[in-house]
C-alpha cells in the first residue's frame, strides 16, 4: 500500500485522540514528521502518520491490516518508516492471530533522521487468519511525529501445487515442492505440515 489512492483497507483502531491518519504535505509540528512521502519523494504523496501533538504521554495509537488468510513460512512484511524530532516515543508491530492473540515482532524507538528508512519484519508461517497492527507509543514531547509508508508483503504466499518435483526437491502432501533441505527444520514449509 503506498497510501495515495486511500489507505488500502488499513483501518485506524485507536481509542482516542492520538491516531493514525492519511496526511501529506508535513505534519503541523515543527522539526518533526516528514515534508514528503516515500511513494513519490514529494509534498503531493501520501502516508500514514500519527502527530504527537494529538495526544498524551504513553497514548497509543494503533493502525490495523485487513484480515490475511495464511502467511507461508518465508513472510515478511516491508515498510518505510520516518520517525524525526527529539521526542521520538516508539512505534511497534504485531501480528494478530485470531480475535485476540497479539505478538510483537518489531520494534523501534528514537529519533532516526529526517529521512525514510527501509524495515523488513519476518512474520514466518501463520496458520489460519492473521492481521498485522502498527503500534505508535507517544513520548513526553510533541516533537515525536511518526509516519509510515510503502507496506508490502512478501513471500507470503503457500507454495503451489506442481505437477512433478525436481531432484531436490520433496513433495508435500498438498503436491507442492520444498527443497529437500526444508524438510525437518521445524518450520511449515508445505502450509499442510507434511514436510515436518
Not at 511497534?92 to 532516526?112: C, F, H, K, M
Not at 507454495?159 to 529437500?180: I, N
Request: contains cysteine; negative net charge.
Amino acid at each position: 500500500c503506498t497510501f495515495e489512492q486511500d489507505a488500502c483497507s488499513w483501518t485506524d483502531v485507536s481509542t482516542g485522540s492520538y491516531s493514525w491518519r492519511r496526511d501529506r504535505n508535513g505534519t503541523t509540528t515543527s522539526n518533526t514528521g516528514p515534508s514528503v512521502d516515500h511513494t513519490v519523494g514529494t509534498m503531493l504523496g501520501w502516508y500514514m502518520a500519527v502527530e504527537a501533538y494529538t495526544g498524551t504521554v504513553n497514548n497509543l495509537a494503533r493502525l490495523k491490516s485487513p484480515t490475511l488468510r495464511q502467511g507461508g513460512a518465508a513472510c515478511m512484511l516491508k515498510f518505510w518508516y520516518h520517525m524525526y524530532g527529539s521526542g521520538i516515543g516508539r512505534l511497534n508491530v504485531y501480528i494478530q492471530l485470531g480475535p485476540v492473540a497479539e505478538t510483537q515482532v518489531w520494534s523501534l524507538n528514537q529519533d532516526r533522521g529526517n529521512q525514510w528508512r527501509q524495515a523488513v519484519v519476518y512474520i514466518g508461517r501463520a496458520r489460519g487468519e492473521f492481521t498485522v497492527l502498527f503500534e505508535a507509543i507517544r513520548s513526553l514531547s510533541t516533537a515525536g511525529d511518526i509516519a509510515i509508508d510503502d507496506i508490502t508483503f512478501e513471500n507470503c504466499a503457500l507454495p503451489a501445487a506442481q505437477t512433478s518435483c525436481t531432484r531436490d526437491q520433496y513433495r508435500c502432501t498438498s503436491q507442492a515442492c520444498v527443497d529437500a533441505d526444508r524438510v525437518c527444520d521445524f518450520s511449515d514449509d508445505c502450509g499442510d505440515n507434511s514436510d515436518e
